[in-house]
């Protein structure tokens, strides 16, 4: 059996990812991957997701530079989510140019930004 095989892929042949760093164990994002980008991530030993957006692998840092750099890879009690753990190259995650994708936080009922941005978007993505 193919190690893709032990996922419980959706309708759609993906199956979400949560990224946490490795050593402070905060969570960077929620992506997706589908068989292949699991694959292209394990043989990479670089995050590979699958873009819904654009419809396309998305090797993260391709452009920016900020790679993540795989440390672990796990799969959920049901087999439908997956966990990395990695090395956020460059300190940034999040195309706002923060340094993870949660910075957001609902306070009196109000979502307020809580994390600053690190770096311009339009300087990442020139």
């Known amino acids: 059996m193919h190690f893709s095989d032990h996922i419980k892929w959706n309708n759609d042949g993906l199956v979400p990812v949560i990224t946490q760093e490795f ?29 819904r957006s654009r419809q396309k692998i998305w090797h993260k840092g391709e452009q920016s530079g900020n790679q993540q750099q795989i440390k672990s890879i796990r799969s959920d009690c049901d087999n439908d989510a997956i966990l990395i753990e990695v090395i956020q190259k460059g300190g940034i995650a999040c195309h706002t140019g923060r340094h993870h ?11 307020q930004t ?11 993505y020139k």
């Open 23 to 51: 050593n402070t164990k905060q969570v960077l994002t929620l992506a997706w991957m589908n068989k292949e980008a699991l694959q292209l991530t394990m043989e990479t030993g670089h995050a590979v997701y699958w873009s």
């Open 114 to 124: 809580t994390e600053p941005v690190l770096k311009d978007p339009k300087e990442i």
């Open 101 to 111: 994708c949660f910075y957001q936080q609902l306070i009196d009922g109000q979502w």
